[in-house]
């Protein structure tokens, strides 16, 4: 089995001479590009579980379902990942791992109002902060947790969808990399909208009758 990563250049030359005529030993080419395959990043998950949300706090809240395959036939560590914003943000962080809390927490929680309760077993956010082996053909799912402290700019709309960027880094800090498309979810703001707009109302109704 070859170990040893060949070059994007170098693969690019196996096309090039495959163009020129030249006979390669397929079996031997099939198993360098084969062991050169890096990871790959993919969505999955459904809706609920792809969206960026309204926080209390002015900020937003960011969860995405990701799969990590490793199609080599080397190991990889998945280390680190990274989201790439539609808008400008200068403190994006993943959620903290609630067992290194103190005091110890056992699910990963949003600040208000976003999604609360999950089970640290479907989170990737502290297996990635320590780095993940993904051995030949191995798979690695669940939920990436984040939030930032920028609001989702006021033109993007409930339910509309957005492609963002998310990369992952191996141990040699490689990026591999795929788009993502997170809902917007709006229903917090909408909602506070509403009541004001309800409180607003009755203010001038009884206005009306002083």
Request: hydrophobic fraction near 35%.
């Amino acid at each position: 089995m070859l170990k040893n990563r060949v070059s994007q250049e170098e693969l690019q030359g196996f096309s090039e001479l495959r163009r020129a005529g030249i006979p390669l030993d397929e079996a031997v080419v099939e198993e360098i590009e084969t062991a050169s395959r890096g990871l790959v990043i993919r969505q999955s998950g459904n809706v609920a579980e792809n969206c960026v949300f309204d926080l209390y706090s002015g900020g937003a809240g960011y969860m995405l379902a990701t799969a990590i395959y490793n199609p080599s036939k080397r190991i990889h560590w998945a280390h680190e990942a990274r989201l790439k914003l539609l808008w400008p943000e200068s403190d994006f962080r993943w959620l903290e791992n609630p067992l290194g809390k103190i005091p110890r927490e056992y699910d990963y929680w949003f600040p208000p109002p976003g999604p609360a309760g999950f089970d640290p077993a479907v989170v990737l956010n502290h297996r990635l902060r320590h780095g993940c082996k993904l051995y030949p053909d191995d798979c690695l799912e669940g939920l990436l947790l984040g939030v930032g402290q920028s609001p989702i700019p006021d033109h993007y709309v409930d339910r509309q969808g957005l492609k963002m960027r998310l990369s992952i880094y191996d141990e040699k800090g490689n990026r591999y990399a795929s788009d993502v498309i997170l809902r917007v979810s709006r229903e917090q703001r909408l909602r506070h909208q509403q009541t004001k707009g309800s409180l607003r109302g009755k203010r001038e109704l009884f206005a009306k009758h002083t």
